[in-house]
Antibody, heavy 120, light 110 residues
Framework: EVQLVESGGGLVQPGGSLRLSCAGSGFTFSSNAMSWVRQAPGMGLEWVSSFSVTAHSTYYADSVKGRFTISRDNSKNTVYLQMNSLRADDTAVYFC?????????????WGQGTLVTVSS | QSVLTQPPSASGTPGQRVTISCSGSSSNIESNYVYWYLQLPGTAPKVLIY???QRPSGVPDRFSGSKSGTSASLAISGLRSEDEGEYYC???????????FGGGTTLTVL
């Protein structure tokens, strides 16, 4: 059974930093792209970032480009999202998602989400 | 404002058939696969339809997807109370070079 467990969310002041982690199990981690998708309170889904399998490419939404960094450690079956220069509009539940192989729009499995609150 | 347009709400009675539309453009829906996700209240989303019209194992055949030109649709037949939730379409956009989600459609079973 595929499992994704996020951690690292919490309350942070504007301008601060936070690192989210997502540990995967039940699948061959290194064979799948991994993504982060967020949902602001009462709002819809917003794709944030993806780490592809082929070419080890990274992709970012314009809203986070230059502030967020996605990385992965295949030896630990973990994907990370380093979030810097956080703003109030980054407040959201952040979901980790396993893509189906390299298909960056096919979010095959999702974690339960971790809440990030940016507030003074 | 998403590049994909969905109606904010849809409704139907048990047993009815409902459709949810997703309108895009030549840079997304027309040239790439469409995916549909369902988010039940208080839970993470799950995939309902991939590659326009394919159902993952475990998704009932009451759910079906289609695409024509720059629009896509999700049809739900034999509507059930447990189908209530938020439905999202998603597609890769060639100009943004990113996956994009529609704004979501809240389905209510009356």
């Amino acid at each position: 059974e595929v499992q994704l467990v996020e951690s690292g969310g919490g309350l942070v002041q504007p301008g601060g930093s936070l690192r989210l982690s997502c540990a995967g199990s039940g699948f061959t981690f290194s064979s799948n792209a991994m993504s982060w998708v967020r949902q602001a309170p009462g709002m819809g889904l917003e794709w944030v970032s993806s780490f592809s399998v082929t070419a080890h490419s990274t992709y970012y939404a314009d809203s986070v480009k230059g502030r967020f960094t996605i990385s992965r450690d295949n030896s630990k079956n973990t994907v990370y999202l380093q979030m810097n220069s956080l703003r109030a509009d980054d407040t959201a539940v952040y979901f980790c998602a396993k893509n189906w192989l390299g298909e960056l729009t096919y979010f095959h499995a999702w974690g339960q989400g971790t809440l990030v609150t940016v507030s003074s | 404002q998403s590049v994909l347009t969905q109606p904010p709400s849809a409704s139907g009675t048990p047993g009815q058939r409902v459709t949810i539309s997703c309108s895009g453009s030549s840079s997304n829906i027309e040239s790439n696969y469409v995916y549909w996700y369902l988010q039940l209240p208080g839970t993470a989303p799950k995939v309902l339809i991939y590659r326009n019209n394919q159902r993952p194992s475990g998704v009932p055949d009451r759910f079906s997807g289609s695409k024509s030109g720059t629009s896509a649709s999700l049809a739900i037949s034999g509507l059930r109370s447990e189908d209530e939730g938020e439905y999202y379409c998603a597609v890769w956009d060639d100009i943004l070079r990113a996956p994009v989600f529609g704004g979501g459609t809240t389905l209510t079973v009356l």
